[in-house]
């Protein structure tokens, strides 16, 4: 089954725990916001589809975001 993971970067604060807790998926931006690696723009918003094996690493970025920038739908 598929998910997809969406990063509202206006709520991303930087602080980078999303990077630590998920690093194949996360990174660090020139802007200094979080990254989702291969996300695509849809209304304003970076959205990723994952697949269940996935989903673990983003969960746990989403669950450390003390800003609640990262959705997993």
């Known amino acids: 089954m598929t998910r997809k993971v969406i990063h ?3 709520k991303c604060a930087g602080c980078g725990a999303c990077v630590r ?3 194949e ?6 802007d200094g916001k979080a990254k ?3 996300a695509k723009k849809v209304k304003g ?3 990723l589809e994952i697949n269940d094996e996935d ?3 983003n969960e746990r970025a989403a669950r450390v975001c003390r800003f609640n920038a990262i959705t997993i739908t």
């Open 8 to 10: 509202d970067r206006s």
């Open 25 to 30: 998926f996360w990174s660090m931006g020139r």
């Open 45 to 47: 918003r970076d959205e």
């Open 55 to 57: 989903l673990e690493c």
């Open 36 to 38: 989702l690696a291969n």
């Open 21 to 23: 807790a998920c690093p």
